[in-house]
């Protein structure tokens, strides 16, 4: 069967009449990016295996289904095909908006693509959920070595700011003075603290240098605090969470959601998670 023979074969049995189905045929050889007039007389055998997983996507979105079942299409392909038929089917479910059940033995293939993961062995389900939340919580060890306990550092982007912050930072009120916010500080062993309103509004840093200055003590801390901070959001990816730190040279990051302090990152919490990633590989 030509390109074009097998494309619009289903369609055909959907619907015999139809007089648009060789114009559907080359919409979905350029979705797939296949020309038209180059591929639709073609043989299998005068394509590559790329070029012929492309004819079965585009053959799988030609009638149109509520639902695709999508049967380790990109296992025999070589790495670079595989990766770029992988973004490109992305950008088609993107596009079109359409229910793919997609089965894979990758699991970077499977976080890649998926919105959930379904894992099973010997027929039952073992996990159901977030590529996001199966990386970060197995629900048992044979999801747990499925996965791989390092895995999540493949994926780096999964690693959110809430997942390493500090939940309850040092605070204080913005109106106390800067000689009690210097004792808090020798307290708590900190050399910073967060400054919020009663209604915990994030409003700026004090630093120890800076009440401890004797010119500074009598004052209020709102009155030399530092008002130009640079903050996270809870969401942020641990990589846009260095990129901040590593561009503004500043590793004592607030996390602020719609103006609320939920949290800090500190260079201590920074490398204690990063310190996880090898002591994992080394323990494998």
Excluded at 201 to 208: E, L, N, P, R
Aim: glycine share 4%; charged share 30%.
């Amino acid at each position: 069967m030509t390109v074009k023979e097998n494309i619009e074969l289903i369609p055909k049995l959907k619907n015999k009449k139809d007089p648009h189905i060789v114009l559907k045929v080359k919409e979905v050889l350029d979705m797939v990016g296949l020309d038209p007039d180059e591929y639709l007389d073609k043989y299998p055998i005068q394509m590559s295996g790329g070029q012929q997983q492309r004819v079965g996507v585009a053959r799988a979105f030609a009638s149109e289904p509520d639902i695709i079942l999508m049967d380790e299409p990109f296992s025999a392909l070589d790495p670079i095909t595989r990766n770029q038929l992988q973004d490109e089917l992305l950008s088609l479910q993107n596009n079109l908006q359409k229910t793919i059940v997609f089965v894979t033995h990758d699991m970077a293939e499977a976080i890649k693509l998926a919105d959930r993961i379904c894992i099973m062995n010997d027929g039952k389900i073992q996990q159901f959920d977030t590529p996001e939340q199966i990386l970060k919580h197995p629900a048992n060890d044979f999801v747990l070595n499925f996965v791989g306990k390092k895995r999540i550092w493949d994926s780096p982007e999964l690693i959110k700011a809430k997942d390493i912050m500090i939940d309850e930072p040092i605070v204080c009120p913005y109106t106390l003075k800067c000689i009690k916010a210097l004792n808090i500080m020798f307290n708590y062993r900190v050399d910073s603290l967060m400054v919020v309103d009663k209604k915990h509004t994030f409003m700026g840093m004090v630093y120890a240098d800076q009440a401890a200055d004797e010119a500074n003590k009598g004052k209020r801390v709102d009155e030399i605090m530092q008002t130009d901070c640079v903050t996270a959001q809870s969401d942020d990816s641990i990589v846009d969470v260095l990129n901040i730190a590593r561009q503004k040279n500043k590793y004592t990051i607030p996390v602020v959601d719609d103006g609320h302090l939920v949290g800090l990152i500190t260079k201590s919490t920074l490398v204690t998670t990063l310190s996880k990633k090898y002591d994992e590989s080394e323990g494998e």
